[in-house]
């Protein structure tokens, strides 16, 4: 519970005044901010918290006064109405950045991103935090010292390159990571953190609708790569065998082998645990028979980063004009599913998907394909 309260408070003054303070009590915890301002006792009544009429300055102490309450419940209200967790000390920071006492270029961005996201970590699934907690690791390596006034259009450009040229993403899921930033920024906007939000007028580009994906022979150029190294031969196995079962990293990663019999696959998806039951096709078959029965895990773990930086390497050696990674796995899968002729909501449950829509995508992919390989008959 948070409030605000004018008081009076003795400094030891020799004309024995008092100095009138603002009182803010939250969480049990007290903060008093002064306003500089003397009066007799006799001339305040403590049940209004204003100074009486009989003091010469009345009107103009009692609209200080007034004034400066509506400051603090200005900002207790908004942390009350967006229902997020209100400490004194955060209080403290905000309030001096509206009094101008503190500059709000001392925010540093990573430590917001990370202080607010805990805030909401009781509100949001296990995916979701996940999801966060990316973010803030694409954030902290591309710009460890950022802060908050660091942030314009071009930090947001050139956060949005980052994430499509050095960490190899696909563009829906850029989109995805600058949507939640903008959640942020926004926020620290409504805090009075930054005066402008630079993603106002900055257009986010979505690529949904769209799935790149590997054909026929472009996935028999991966099969033939000679992997340089047991990272790579490891990973290139990985790549296929997402290929060939459509599973995301995360839980081809988390794969047990009791989760693995002679004809299936049975898993519960680790995005929404959504249960999964996937034939195993010959190929998935032998590289599942080459994997060691030593460990818990079907697959020796490895970091999202290291995977797709081996990916990147089989793809320049593979000679390919489209990115390797585990999103475009997943999508081949999908496309050479369907272009078999699997049913369309067989492949959704294959997948995962809550929403058979998703997988809709897809069809509309093979039915291009179709188009253009007919057009050769012209």
Not at 123 to 141: E, F, G, N, P
Request: net charge positive; with cysteine.
């Amino acid at each position: 519970m948070s409030s605000v309260k004018p008081i009076l408070r003795y400094e030891g003054t020799p004309d024995k005044k008092k100095v009138i303070y603002l009182q803010v009590i939250i969480d049990c915890k007290c903060k008093y901010y002064s306003l500089k301002k003397k009066i007799s006792e006799k001339h305040w009544n403590r049940q209004t918290g204003k100074v009486k009429a009989g003091e010469g300055n009345a009107q103009f102490l009692n609209h200080l006064i007034s004034n400066r309450v509506k400051e603090i419940e200005k900002i207790l209200f908004k942390y009350e109405i967006e229902n997020i967790p209100l400490t004194a000390e955060r209080f403290h920071e905000e309030y001096m950045v509206v009094r101008g006492k503190r500059a709000i270029n001392k925010v540093d961005l990573a430590t917001f991103l990370e202080e607010e996201m805990r805030n909401r970590e009781s509100k949001l699934d296990v995916a979701s935090q996940k999801t966060y907690k990316q973010l803030l690791h694409k954030i902290r390596s591309f710009e460890p010292k950022a802060l908050i006034t660091d942030l314009n259009q071009n930090f947001i450009s050139r956060f949005e390159d980052y994430l499509l040229k050095d960490c190899h993403l696909m563009q829906s899921t850029v989109y995805k990571h600058l949507k939640r930033f903008k959640l942020f920024v926004t926020l620290a906007q409504k805090k009075n953190l930054i005066r402008e939000n630079p993603f106002q007028d900055y257009a986010l580009h979505d690529a949904k609708g769209t799935r790149l994906f590997l054909t026929t022979p472009e996935l028999k150029r991966v099969k033939e790569v000679i992997p340089e190294g047991e990272a790579q031969e490891r990973v290139k196995s990985m790549f296929l065998f997402q290929c060939s079962t459509g599973l995301r990293f995360s839980d081809m990663i988390a794969l047990r082998w009791n989760q693995v019999d002679d004809e299936f696959i049975r898993l519960k998806t680790q995005k929404n645990e959504k249960p999964v039951v996937i034939p195993i096709i010959e190929n998935a078959r032998n590289i599942l028979n080459v994997q060691s029965h030593e460990r818990e895990t079907v697959f020796k773990p490895i970091t999202n980063q290291k995977f797709n930086f081996y990916l990147h390497q089989l793809e320049k050696k593979a000679g390919l004009n489209k990115p390797l990674t585990s999103h475009i796995a997943r999508h081949t899968f999908a496309t050479l599913a369907l272009e078999s002729g699997i049913r369309m909501e067989v492949v959704s449950n294959l997948l995962g998907h809550s929403d058979i829509k998703t997988t809709q995508i897809y069809g509309k992919i093979t039915e291009k394909l179709k188009q253009e390989e007919m057009k050769k008959m012209q």
